[in-house]
């Protein structure tokens, strides 16, 4: 499973941005899928997860009310809509791959696969 994250950039307080993950290799809907951020200096932390069949979706609190998390399985990619971005949000962000388990995790080393990150800047 290769993943491929992009749809980063620049963008203002209170604005939005639409990232996504794009997936190649091993059957998409066989698998779900999780949007992560880090900032350096600091532990890589959940933001968002998609079921296999992208009926669930889990959010860290802080985000619930302003990001959604959706897949294409058609499409073999994954996405994240944020809106009202806040300078907090400010990150590297990065999609994860989970084979097993329960989509609602949200521990980075339960997830097997991992793209390279995309950064989302916000300014204030």
Same mark, same amino acid.
């Given at each position: 499973?290769?993943?491929?994250?992009? #749809?980063?950039?620049?963008?203002?307080? #209170? #604005?939005?941005?639409?990232?996504?993950?794009?997936? &190649?290799?091993?059957? @998409?809907?066989?698998?779900?899928?999780?949007? $992560?951020?880090?900032? /350096?200096?600091?532990?890589?932390? @959940?933001?968002?997860?998609?079921?296999?069949? #992208? +009926?669930?979706? $889990?959010?860290?609190? &802080?985000?619930?009310?302003? @990001?959604?998390?959706?897949?294409? %399985?058609?499409? %073999?990619?994954?996405?994240?809509?944020? %809106?009202?971005?806040?300078?907090?949000?400010?990150?590297?962000?990065?999609?994860?791959?989970?084979?097993? +388990?329960?989509?609602?995790?949200?521990? /980075? $080393?339960? $997830?097997?696969?991992?793209?390279?990150?995309?950064?989302?800047?916000?300014?204030?």
């Amino acid at each position: 499973v290769q993943l491929q994250a992009s #749809g980063g950039g620049l963008v203002q307080a #209170g #604005g939005s941005l639409r990232l996504s993950c794009a997936a &190649s290799g091993r059957s @998409f809907s066989t698998y779900s899928v999780g949007w $992560f951020r880090q900032v /350096p200096g600091k532990e890589r932390e @959940f933001v968002a997860t998609v079921s296999r069949s #992208g +009926g669930g979706t $889990f959010y860290r609190g &802080s985000v619930k009310d302003r @990001f959604t998390i959706s897949r294409d %399985n058609a499409e %073999n990619t994954v996405y994240l809509l944020m %809106n009202s971005l806040k300078p907090e949000d400010t990150a590297v962000y990065y999609c994860a791959a989970k084979i097993s +388990g329960d989509y609602y995790t949200t521990e /980075p $080393f339960r $997830f097997d696969y991992w793209g390279q990150g995309t950064l989302v800047t916000v300014s204030s």
